[in-house]
């Protein structure tokens, strides 16, 4: 016996006990082809990424099944057979999962769509962050514009020393955790150059990088 | 003043927190390793490890596949 796990998405104009009839079906197709179903669990009515047989939402529900692979692809056959079901997708897993914990997600597939680049706001050019960075993500630009005089003024004075190692960006040890904060932002060596003397700055300063951060970006694309 | 060398090292993000499993149904973690067309992000955009990437790239394939990612973005809606 082994272990597999089986998402499917129900038709979405099925509602309320419509559901639980669909799941007893697909229970039905379970034990026709002789597996077991170990547990089921409803996502509920969930917008789906792209749209299936011309579909905007789905009914997903999760399956967690015991059998042997010959039945697995028995079960596929009623799958692909029943209209009601759009999709399905069957992993075979190694062990089974504790059922309590098993990660639901939740459905963010309305809010991508509305806020357009909402989910990237903390992400800066193409390849940006690839993590969305919290706090500083939704930094107002206005503030950026406000700081941007005193940044002028200090950064000279940084210059003035820097020039003494023209070729090595060099940095203290301290800044280690500063700089983690960034570790996606700067591709660019230019961009990692303006990068290091900043942080020197905050040193100094000990202010809160977010915002010297996207100063630095606006910077550079000037230069 | 001390000075040293700074290597802009990227860390695995799953290698660091290792309770976030590589899951298909993750699908807001797994969107951090996608372009906003859609395409899988490199890793040396990213910084994952190879055996995490490898396993994020069947995690985003079967995503796609079930309708919890797109496979490109939507150009109507964005």
Redesign the interface.
């Known amino acids: 016996m082994r272990n597999y796990e089986c998402?499917f998405?129900a038709n979405p104009n099925i509602e309320g006990d419509g559901m639980s009839s669909v799941v007893e079906k697909v229970t039905a197709y379970v034990k026709e082809a002789g597996a077991e179903v170990a547990n089921i669990q409803h996502w509920g009515k969930r917008r789906?990424?792209?749209q299936?047989e011309k579909q905007q939402y789905?009914n997903y529900v999760?399956m967690y099944i015991n059998g042997e692979a010959p039945k697995i692809v028995d079960l596929q056959r009623s799958f692909e057979l029943d209209s009601t079901i759009l999709?399905?997708?069957t992993?075979r897993l190694d062990e089974m999962p504790e059922f309590d914990k098993?990660?639901?997600?939740?459905d963010?597939g309305e809010e991508d769509?509305r806020g357009?680049?909402s989910?990237?706001e903390g992400s800066r050019g193409?390849?940006g962050s690839?993590?969305?960075t919290g706090p500083e993500g939704k930094a107002p630009v206005k503030d950026v514009v406000l700081e941007e005089d005193e940044e002028d003024d200090v950064e000279m004075d940084v210059d003035v020393d820097a020039d003494a190692?023209v070729d090595?960006?060099?940095?203290?040890?301290e800044?280690?955790s500063v700089?983690e904060n960034d570790?996606?932002t700067?591709?660019l060596k230019s961009d990692?150059k303006i990068d290091?003397e900043s942080d020197a700055l905050d040193d100094d300063n000990s202010d809160d990088d977010s915002d010297d951060d996207s100063d630095d970006d606006i910077e550079s694309e000037k230069k | 003043?001390?000075?040293?060398?700074?290597y802009?090292?990227?860390?695995c993000?799953f290698c660091e927190n290792k309770e976030v499993?590589v899951?298909?149904?993750?699908?807001?973690t797994l969107?951090?390793?996608l372009?906003?067309e859609g395409k899988i992000?490199p890793r040396r955009?990213?910084?994952t490890c190879a055996s995490h990437q490898r396993q994020v790239v069947t995690a985003i394939k079967?995503a796609?596949?079930?309708?919890?990612?797109?496979?490109s973005a939507?150009v109507k809606?964005?």
């Open positions: 998402l998405i789906l990424a792209y299936i789905g999760l999709a399905y997708l992993i098993v990660f639901i997600p939740e963010d769509r357009g680049r989910r990237y193409k390849y690839s993590a969305p190692d090595l960006v060099e940095i203290e040890d800044d280690e700089a570790d996606d700067e591709e990692a290091t | 003043m001390r000075f040293k060398m700074q802009k090292r990227k860390i993000k499993p899951d298909y149904k993750n699908s807001s969107k951090r390793f372009t906003e992000l955009i990213t910084g079967r796609r596949n079930i309708a919890l990612i797109a496979y939507d809606n964005v």
